[in-house]
């Protein structure tokens, strides 16, 4: 998990063009969701943190984003 507040701009576009960073966060309310999320965009700079994929969000405690994440996730087809 990396929190946005530790990246600068150019760190943080680096990273989704090497597509190390996959999911965005929002650290109070333990949800993650695609980068692309409307919901995920309007969060505060603070609240966000970054993931590498779905597995390492579930690991440290995070639920899918009711908006972007209903169906397909790696969250809905574990049994």
């Keep these: 998990m990396i929190e946005h507040v530790n990246l600068s701009p150019q760190e943080l576009h680096g990273m989704i063009r090497r597509k190390e960073i996959l999911f965005g966060g929002n650290r ?3 949800i993650y969701g695609k980068l692309s999320c409307g919901s995920g ?3 505060k700079r603070e609240n966000r943190v ?3 994929d779905e597995e390492e969000a579930l690991e ?3 639920r899918p ?3 972007c994440m209903r169906r397909g996730s790696f969250f809905a087809l574990k049994p």
């Design 41 to 43: 965009k309007r969060m």
């Design 65 to 67: 984003c009711g908006n």
């Design 28 to 30: 109070k309310l333990k």
């Design 50 to 52: 970054f993931f590498k």
């Design 60 to 62: 440290a405690g995070y």
